[in-house]
């Protein structure tokens, strides 16, 4: 049994109840914008740092010890990319350039070389480790997110080998080889779904999927290649869950740069739907109409670059579009927190949502 909860409020928004003011988490919030991050990582590799439960625990941590009392959840430090190395492909860190494949897939031929079924318990069983130690340090100050990859964005990095500016050879498969494409999404999916189960089996209390790539898909390639696995990732976790008598736990999605998708993505089971900040949240709002769903986001990340006026300015206007927040928002930035944000404005970002998001 891990210790009660001190904070349950972003649990409470997620589940549509009315809050006393809308929760605050950031993407990314355990990362290299942190000095304290920084002398860990001297170190380790980042994949060594994710594989040892008590650095990963650590680095959970920091931001929440940080700005006490700031944030209402942690998120596990982790990486997306842990599914490809549970499937048998290499994945590195490299510095100031990102995931790199040394061996990416190439031709349909290559999926053979892939572990169709991987033991994800003993493949990735650091995580879950890394999440129990987690929530029992955390000591119900806040809960505790889990996440993975989302099929689609997964898959992109394995055939590209990195990261992408036009994704021309992960679209070549879907265009030349849809089959085989379809069966590595199937292969991602199933593996993601019994992947997060684990997770909330660890201490999980939520868990978001990140579809990062979303938006380099047209809506019928969406449709196609992201949605369906994106639906059957919700069903499989909440189906695996209830059958093993445990009560579902809120799931978010965060397809970004999918906007055009918004309205049936309120309809895709998942609890939460995370926005970028390419879309008005009052036009948001509006295509969600009755509510279907809980809104996440979407303040635009390089925003805390602009100094402490706009910081507060969009924040407010931020929070006042989302209908003041007090039921229906979770607030967030519309994409992760990037390397070179000053902590002290991420500290006056966290003091405004928390004053203008008890006003309303």
Request: charged content about 30%; hydrophobic content about 40%; aromatic content about 14%.
């Given at each position: 049994m891990y210790p009660s909860m001190k904070n349950d409020l972003i649990l409470r928004a997620a589940r549509g109840e009315t809050v006393e003011r809308p929760p605050v988490w950031i993407m990314r919030q355990a990362g290299r914008y942190l000095p304290e991050y920084h002398k860990l990582r001297s170190k380790q590799s980042f994949f060594e740092m994710c594989q040892t439960p008590e650095t990963s625990c650590e680095l959970t941590l920091q931001p929440i010890k940080r700005f006490d009392g700031l944030l209402d959840a942690g998120i596990i430090f982790s990486d997306i990319l842990v599914i490809p190395q549970a499937l048998g492909m290499q994945v590195v860190m490299l510095e100031q350039k990102g995931p790199h494949f040394p061996e990416p897939l190439v031709t349909p031929e290559d999926l053979e070389k892939l572990e169709k079924v991987p033991n994800i318990p003993a493949k990735l069983g650091y995580v879950m480790d890394a999440i129990s130690l987690t929530r029992e340090n955390l000591d119900g100050k806040v809960p505790l997110l889990g996440f993975s990859g989302a099929p689609w964005t997964i898959m992109a990095y394995m055939i590209e080998g990195g990261g992408s500016k036009a994704f021309t050879k992960a679209k070549t498969w879907l265009f030349r080889y849809p089959e085989a494409s379809h069966r590595l999404l199937t292969m991602v999916t199933d593996a993601t779904i019994v992947y997060l189960t684990q997770q909330v089996y660890a201490g999980a209390q939520m868990l978001q999927i990140f579809d990062s790539w979303a938006g380099e898909l047209s809506p019928q390639d969406f449709f196609e290649f992201s949605y369906p696995y994106l639906v059957k990732i919700c069903e499989g976790v909440k189906k695996e869950l209830k059958k093993s008598k445990r009560t579902p736990v809120p799931m978010i999605v965060f397809p970004?740069?999918?906007?055009?998708?918004?309205?049936?993505?309120?309809?895709?089971?998942?609890?939460?739907?995370?926005?970028?900040?390419?879309?008005?949240?009052?036009?948001?709002?509006r295509i969600r109409g009755e509510r279907r769903v809980i809104f996440q986001g979407n303040l635009d990340p390089n925003i805390l670059y602009g100094g402490r006026e706009i910081i507060e300015s969009r924040t407010k206007e931020m929070i006042e579009a989302f209908n003041g927040g007090k039921q229906g928002y979770i607030i967030n930035l519309g994409h992760g927190i990037t390397p070179g944000v000053n902590p002290d404005d991420v500290r006056f970002f966290l003091e405004q949502c928390h004053k203008y998001g008890s006003q309303n």
């Open positions: 970004k740069g999918a906007w055009y998708a918004l309205d049936k993505l309120c309809d895709s089971g998942y609890d939460v739907i995370g926005l970028d900040w390419t879309i008005d949240p009052r036009e948001a709002v």
